[in-house]
Protein backbone atom coordinates (compact mmCIF):
# COMPACT_ATOMS: atom_id res chain seq x y z
CA UNK A 1 0.00 0.00 0.00
CA UNK A 2 1.55 3.47 -1.32
CA UNK A 3 0.32 6.89 -0.65
CA UNK A 4 1.81 9.25 -3.71
CA UNK A 5 1.93 13.22 -3.28
CA UNK A 6 2.75 15.27 -6.43
CA UNK A 7 5.78 16.41 -6.65
CA UNK A 8 5.67 20.88 -6.12
CA UNK A 9 6.70 22.32 -9.13
CA UNK A 10 7.37 19.33 -11.59
CA UNK A 11 3.77 17.73 -11.53
CA UNK A 12 5.74 14.01 -10.64
CA UNK A 13 4.18 11.61 -8.21
CA UNK A 14 6.52 10.03 -5.60
CA UNK A 15 5.83 7.83 -2.97
CA UNK A 16 5.51 9.41 0.46
CA UNK A 17 4.25 6.84 2.72
CA UNK A 18 4.35 3.56 2.59
CA UNK A 19 2.95 -0.09 4.02
CA UNK A 20 4.85 -3.13 3.21
CA UNK A 21 2.97 -6.27 3.46
CA UNK A 22 -0.26 -4.94 3.45
CA UNK A 23 -2.46 -7.97 2.28
CA UNK A 24 -1.06 -11.66 1.77
CA UNK A 25 -2.00 -11.23 -1.63
CA UNK A 26 -2.70 -8.69 -4.34
CA UNK A 27 -4.75 -5.55 -3.89
CA UNK A 28 -8.08 -5.78 -6.31
CA UNK A 29 -9.70 -2.24 -4.98
CA UNK A 30 -8.79 0.76 -2.86
CA UNK A 31 -10.70 4.54 -1.80
CA UNK A 32 -10.43 7.32 0.04
CA UNK A 33 -13.14 7.98 2.59
CA UNK A 34 -14.55 11.05 3.50
CA UNK A 35 -13.84 9.95 7.08
CA UNK A 36 -9.44 10.61 6.53
CA UNK A 37 -9.14 6.55 6.05
CA UNK A 38 -8.13 4.45 3.22
CA UNK A 39 -10.31 1.14 2.23
CA UNK A 40 -8.33 -1.61 0.30
CA UNK A 41 -9.73 -5.17 -0.60
CA UNK A 42 -7.49 -7.95 -1.81
CA UNK A 43 -7.34 -11.24 -2.70
CA UNK A 44 -6.83 -12.52 0.76
CA UNK A 45 -9.99 -12.07 1.21
CA UNK A 46 -9.63 -9.56 3.20
CA UNK A 47 -10.80 -5.84 3.45
CA UNK A 48 -8.64 -3.24 5.06
CA UNK A 49 -9.38 0.22 6.85
CA UNK A 50 -6.00 2.65 7.44
CA UNK A 51 -5.40 5.61 8.78
CA UNK A 52 -5.27 8.16 6.01
CA UNK A 53 -2.60 10.28 7.42
CA UNK A 54 -0.30 7.67 9.43
CA UNK A 55 -1.07 4.38 7.40
CA UNK A 56 -1.80 2.86 10.28
CA UNK A 57 -4.02 -0.27 10.17
CA UNK A 58 -7.58 0.46 11.81
CA UNK A 59 -9.86 -2.71 10.50
CA UNK A 60 -9.23 -6.07 9.53
CA UNK A 61 -12.83 -7.29 7.86
CA UNK A 62 -12.21 -10.95 6.87
CA UNK A 63 -15.81 -12.36 5.44
CA UNK A 64 -15.36 -11.82 1.98
CA UNK A 65 -14.99 -15.19 0.05
CA UNK A 66 -12.86 -16.10 -2.55
CA UNK A 67 -11.42 -12.33 -3.26
CA UNK A 68 -12.36 -8.92 -2.31
CA UNK A 69 -13.20 -7.30 -5.76
CA UNK A 70 -14.54 -3.59 -5.21
CA UNK A 71 -14.44 -1.29 -2.24
CA UNK A 72 -16.15 1.79 -1.67
CA UNK A 73 -17.33 4.21 0.99
CA UNK A 74 -20.23 6.15 1.45
CA UNK A 75 -20.54 9.93 1.20
CA UNK A 76 -19.66 10.16 5.26
CA UNK A 77 -16.86 7.17 5.96
CA UNK A 78 -19.44 5.47 8.09
CA UNK A 79 -20.23 2.76 5.92
CA UNK A 80 -18.12 0.49 3.74
CA UNK A 81 -19.23 -1.69 1.16
CA UNK A 82 -17.44 -4.68 -0.78
CA UNK A 83 -18.07 -7.22 -3.24
CA UNK A 84 -16.60 -10.51 -3.84
CA UNK A 85 -16.04 -13.49 -6.29
CA UNK A 86 -18.83 -15.48 -3.93
CA UNK A 87 -21.21 -12.36 -5.17
CA UNK A 88 -22.24 -11.24 -2.09
CA UNK A 89 -21.95 -7.70 -0.97
CA UNK A 90 -21.15 -6.65 2.39
CA UNK A 91 -21.67 -3.33 4.62
CA UNK A 92 -19.25 -2.53 7.53
CA UNK A 93 -19.19 0.09 9.95
CA UNK A 94 -15.19 1.13 10.17
CA UNK A 95 -15.62 3.17 12.99
CA UNK A 96 -18.24 0.38 15.64
CA UNK A 97 -16.82 -2.84 17.80
CA UNK A 98 -16.01 -6.03 16.06
CA UNK A 99 -15.70 -6.60 12.12
CA UNK A 100 -18.80 -8.30 11.55
CA UNK A 101 -20.43 -7.06 8.69
CA UNK A 102 -23.74 -4.95 9.44
CA UNK A 103 -25.80 -6.29 6.62
CA UNK A 104 -25.38 -8.37 3.10
CA UNK A 105 -26.51 -8.92 -0.06
CA UNK A 106 -26.56 -12.57 -1.54
CA UNK A 107 -26.38 -11.31 -5.12
CA UNK A 108 -26.67 -14.57 -6.38
CA UNK A 109 -24.23 -15.74 -9.34
CA UNK A 110 -22.37 -13.73 -11.37
CA UNK A 111 -24.43 -10.80 -9.92
CA UNK A 112 -21.66 -8.68 -8.19
CA UNK A 113 -18.57 -7.23 -9.48
CA UNK A 114 -17.75 -3.61 -8.83
CA UNK A 115 -20.20 -1.21 -6.95
CA UNK A 116 -20.61 2.71 -6.46
CA UNK A 117 -22.75 4.19 -3.72
CA UNK A 118 -25.36 6.83 -4.87
CA UNK A 119 -24.73 10.38 -3.72
CA UNK A 120 -27.37 9.91 -1.29
CA UNK A 121 -26.33 7.07 0.17
CA UNK A 122 -29.70 4.87 0.29
CA UNK A 123 -28.60 2.53 -2.89
CA UNK A 124 -25.68 0.90 -4.28
CA UNK A 125 -25.28 -0.49 -7.58
CA UNK A 126 -23.40 -3.38 -9.09
CA UNK A 127 -22.19 -4.58 -12.18
CA UNK A 128 -22.29 -8.06 -13.00
CA UNK A 129 -20.50 -10.45 -15.40
CA UNK A 130 -23.49 -10.77 -17.30
CA UNK A 131 -23.80 -7.24 -18.60
CA UNK A 132 -26.59 -5.65 -16.26
CA UNK A 133 -26.44 -3.09 -13.52
CA UNK A 134 -28.40 -3.92 -10.39
CA UNK A 135 -29.62 -1.14 -8.22
CA UNK A 136 -30.00 -2.28 -4.35
CA UNK A 137 -31.78 -0.34 -1.56
CA UNK A 138 -28.87 -0.49 1.28
CA UNK A 139 -31.36 -0.63 4.20
CA UNK A 140 -33.66 -3.67 2.72
CA UNK A 141 -30.56 -5.11 1.01
CA UNK A 142 -33.45 -6.04 -2.19
CA UNK A 143 -32.96 -5.18 -5.93
CA UNK A 144 -35.03 -2.62 -6.92
CA UNK A 145 -33.96 -2.10 -10.56
CA UNK A 146 -31.77 -3.90 -12.86
CA UNK A 147 -31.01 -2.81 -16.58
CA UNK A 148 -28.30 -3.64 -19.50
CA UNK A 149 -25.19 -1.81 -18.44
CA UNK A 150 -23.20 -2.86 -21.58
CA UNK A 151 -22.84 -2.36 -25.32
CA UNK A 152 -21.14 -6.05 -25.72
CA UNK A 153 -22.53 -9.63 -26.42
CA UNK A 154 -21.57 -12.53 -24.87
CA UNK A 155 -18.64 -12.39 -22.37
CA UNK A 156 -17.85 -8.83 -23.88
CA UNK A 157 -21.36 -7.67 -22.40
CA UNK A 158 -19.08 -8.36 -18.54
CA UNK A 159 -19.79 -4.61 -16.83
CA UNK A 160 -15.87 -4.31 -15.19
CA UNK A 161 -16.52 -0.98 -13.33
CA UNK A 162 -19.39 1.35 -12.47
CA UNK A 163 -19.81 4.73 -11.22
CA UNK A 164 -22.57 6.66 -9.94
CA UNK A 165 -22.41 11.18 -11.33
CA UNK A 166 -22.13 13.30 -8.74
CA UNK A 167 -25.74 14.40 -8.60
CA UNK A 168 -27.02 10.58 -9.07
CA UNK A 169 -28.37 11.10 -12.43
CA UNK A 170 -26.58 9.06 -14.67
CA UNK A 171 -24.10 5.66 -13.93
CA UNK A 172 -21.02 4.95 -16.17
CA UNK A 173 -19.99 1.86 -17.11
CA UNK A 174 -16.95 0.16 -18.53
CA UNK A 175 -17.07 -2.99 -20.37
CA UNK A 176 -14.73 -6.06 -20.74
CA UNK A 177 -14.96 -4.89 -24.50
CA UNK A 178 -12.95 -1.95 -23.89
CA UNK A 179 -16.30 0.33 -24.61
CA UNK A 180 -17.44 3.17 -21.71
CA UNK A 181 -21.10 3.81 -21.54
CA UNK A 182 -23.43 6.58 -19.94
CA UNK A 183 -26.95 5.76 -18.94
CA UNK A 184 -30.04 7.32 -16.93
CA UNK A 185 -30.26 6.46 -13.81
CA UNK A 186 -33.62 5.91 -13.61
CA UNK A 187 -34.58 4.97 -17.02
CA UNK A 188 -31.66 2.96 -18.09
CA UNK A 189 -31.65 4.32 -21.30
CA UNK A 190 -28.51 4.71 -22.68
CA UNK A 191 -27.19 8.36 -22.97
CA UNK A 192 -23.64 7.97 -24.37
CA UNK A 193 -21.33 5.70 -25.93
CA UNK A 194 -17.27 6.04 -25.67
CA UNK A 195 -14.97 3.89 -27.74
CA UNK A 196 -11.37 4.50 -26.79
CA UNK A 197 -9.83 1.23 -25.20
CA UNK A 198 -8.93 -1.78 -26.86
CA UNK A 199 -8.96 -3.67 -23.79
CA UNK A 200 -11.11 -4.11 -20.44
CA UNK A 201 -12.18 -1.02 -18.36
CA UNK A 202 -11.31 -2.18 -15.23
CA UNK A 203 -11.86 1.31 -13.50
CA UNK A 204 -13.74 4.38 -14.31
CA UNK A 205 -14.57 7.76 -12.04
CA UNK A 206 -16.28 11.02 -13.04
CA UNK A 207 -14.95 14.33 -12.15
CA UNK A 208 -16.05 16.16 -9.26
CA UNK A 209 -18.32 18.40 -11.99
CA UNK A 210 -20.00 15.76 -13.58
CA UNK A 211 -18.62 16.57 -16.92
Known sequence: LRAMAITEGRGMMAVSRHVAQAHEDGIWSCAWTKAGQIVTGSVDECCNVWDASSLAQKKNFK?????????????????????????????????????????HIDAGPVEAWTLSFHPDDKTVISGTQKGTVNVWDVESCQKTQSFKGSSGEGVDAFVMSVAYSPDGAQIATGGLNGA????????????????????????????????
Open 180 to 211: INVWDAKSGDKAAEFEGHELPVRSISWSPDGQ
Open 63 to 103: KNLLGVVSVVSDSTGGTIATSSIDSVLRFYDPRGEGSEPKG
